[in-house]
């Protein structure tokens, strides 16, 4: 436990506004556009790709389940963070790390990223409905990806060893909320991926977290913890984004919104990653209280 200083301090408050903006604009306009089109995209949708369109989810909570195909390693954010002068020879050690240090190894995550997905979705407005099935579960997949390095920059590693079902269950479930989170639409849509992540998050520090996600934990995820990942949350992600997409596929609205569209979605999904792990690295190094189980008869 340790004091914070009055610069960490202020940060806090700025997660605080961040908290209570309103989603990106491009969230915002995407929904909505897409809402008085929604009809048409329904319309101009072959039927072959409404079929791929429903098999998504399978295919995405596949290509999740294998988290080392996000070709991120523990080693490469130590050395990312050398570079920025951080001394430390694992992923742990950074938690001992100044934030505003850390701060600029995530950033740099985040622009790395966001380049590749402008490459990956740029073909997506010239050839039509095929390219968005196929540029989606890339978009997820570099979405993660950077997730997950965001959450490796402030010293979180959710590849835990696998004697630890129950934390690597946390952590990809924790990753989830927040990609959940940065696809809000509107702020009362926000408020509650927020309310539901501190809800899940404060259960990990109550004498119930342990007992019922121990148990539920070793009968059920096996030694894949990216099991967990609730396959409603990634169809709700799915849907949002889908819809949101397809606007750039209407005729006309292609050259709008296709061919930035990833580039401020995986800006958005880093900002949400970059503001909650840095509020979760202040608040761990605050302490946190343990919650009291209480017996009511």
Do not use: C
């Not at 098999?55 to 130590?78: F, N, Q």
């Not at 951080?86 to 622009?111: G, P």
Request: net charge neutral; hydrophobic share 40%.
């Amino acid at each position: 436990m340790a004091k914070l200083n009055a610069s960490e301090d202020k940060i806090l408050d700025q997660i605080a506004g961040w908290k209570g903006e309103n989603p990106s604009f491009l969230n915002r306009a995407t929904d909505f556009v897409s809402k008085p089109i929604s009809w048409l995209t329904d319309k101009i949708t072959p039927e072959e790709v409404k079929t791929s369109v429903s098999g998504l989810t399978e295919t995405i909570v596949e290509k999740l389940h294998d988290a080392s195909s996000w070709s991120v390693s523990a080693d490469d954010v130590v050395k990312a963070a050398k570079e920025f002068d951080i001394h430390a020879n694992s992923v742990a050690e950074l938690r001992k790390a100044s934030i505003h240090d850390l701060d600029h190894v995530a950033q740099d995550f985040i622009t790395q990223n966001t380049r590749m997905g402008t490459i990956s979705g740029v073909g997506t407005g010239i050839v039509g409905w095929p390219g968005l099935i196929a540029d989606l579960p890339t978009l997820f997949m570099l979405s993660m990806r950077q997730i997950l390095q965001i959450a490796l920059s402030y010293g979180y590693d959710p590849r835990v060893p696998d004697g630890e079902v129950k934390d690597r269950a946390f952590e990809m479930e924790y990753m989830m909320r927040i990609f959940k989170i940065s696809t809000s639409s509107d702020k009362i849509q926000k408020q509650k991926g927020l309310a539901e992540l501190k809800d899940f998050e404060a259960g990990r520090y109550s004498d119930v977290y342990g007992a019922v996600m121990g148990d539920y934990a070793t009968k059920q995820l096996g030694k894949n913890a990216t099991s967990f990942v609730s396959r409603i949350v990634i169809k709700e992600i799915i849907e949002r984004t889908i819809t949101k997409k397809a606007v750039g596929l209407v005729p006309g609205l292609g050259a709008v919104f296709s061919g930035g569209f990833n580039y401020v979605y995986l800006k958005d999904v880093g900002e949400a990653a970059f503001m909650l792990y840095r509020e979760r690295f202040l608040l761990d190094k605050k302490g946190r209280q343990r919650t009291i189980k209480i017996e009511i008869d």
